[in-house]
């Protein structure tokens, strides 16, 4: 069955870098792009950027440009996003998710982690 | 970007009544070359992560109660909730998958009345 399992939570201070990792099972990993998600306390749902496990390609949402780094280990079918200069207002749980459909990068998506809490204080 | 706008912003339903939530995007998400729209629509609870319902707009996810339903194409679109039951509380979203970035609608609470 499918599984998607984050890493545990962190805490980090302002201008620190944080890195989260998604372990998928349970499929084929190269061919589902995975997304990464992320909700502030009390905000909505926030998209953050794509990849693309078959070759690393990514598209990231242009506020989080030069900022966010995502990758991915297809020896242990894993994906991270490293978000770097954390501040305050990047405190929240980050999700990482499968896209829907095989080899499409955008569809909805399907199986979610369960979780990341990333905390930035002083 | 599209900008994705649901309403109400919270909404409260006696059980076994009907539920609707309303989300309306800037442009639209039909993407002419297959007749499918990128819309989807996701149920979140405190604690867990956000779970498909609706997929291209109208299509049920697998395990997903038929009480819930997608309707709509274009720019305007529903969510109905047939019957509301006890579980379904929670916070909907409706979510853009057309154009980057994608995405979502500033969710809707529903409660039981």
């Known amino acids: 069955q499918v599984q998607v399992v984050q890493s545990g939570a962190e805490v980090e201070k302002p201008g620190a870098s944080v890195k989260v990792s998604c372990r998928a099972s349970?499929?084929?990993?190269?061919?589902?792009?995975i997304h990464w998600v992320r909700q502030a306390p009390g905000q909505g749902l926030e998209w953050m950027g794509t990849?693309?496990?078959?070759?690393?390609?990514?598209t990231y949402a242009q506020r989080f440009q030069g900022r966010v780094t995502m990758t991915r280990d297809t020896s242990t079918t894993t994906v991270y996003m490293e978000l770097s200069s954390l501040r305050s207002e990047d405190t929240a749980v980050y999700y990482c998710?499968?896209?829907?459909?095989?080899?499409?990068?955008?569809?909805?998506?399907?199986?979610w982690g369960q979780g990341t809490l990333v905390t930035v204080s002083p | 970007d599209i900008v994705m706008t649901q309403s109400p912003d919270s909404l409260a339903v006696s059980l076994g009544e009907r539920a609707t939530i309303n989300c309306k995007s800037s442009?639209?998400?039909?993407?002419?070359?297959?007749?499918?729209?990128?819309l989807g629509w996701y149920q979140k609870k405190p604690g867990q992560p956000p779970k498909l319902l609706i997929y291209?707009?109208?299509t049920r996810e697998s395990g997903v109660p038929d009480r819930f339903s997608g309707s709509g194409s274009g720019t305007d679109f529903t969510l109905t909730i047939s019957s509301l039951q006890a579980e379904d509380v929670a916070v909907y979203y409706c979510?853009?998958?057309?154009?980057?970035?994608?995405?979502f609608g500033q969710g809707t609470r529903l409660e039981i009345k």
């Open positions: 998710a499968r896209v829907l459909e095989a080899n499409s990068a955008y569809r909805g998506f399907d199986y």
């Open positions: 349970g499929y084929t990993f190269i061919s589902y792009y």
């Open positions: 990849i693309n496990p078959n070759g690393g390609s990514t």
């Open positions: 442009q639209s998400v039909l993407y002419s070359s297959n007749n499918k729209n990128y």
């Open positions: 291209w707009a109208s």
């Open positions: 979510q853009q998958y057309y154009s980057t970035p994608i995405t």
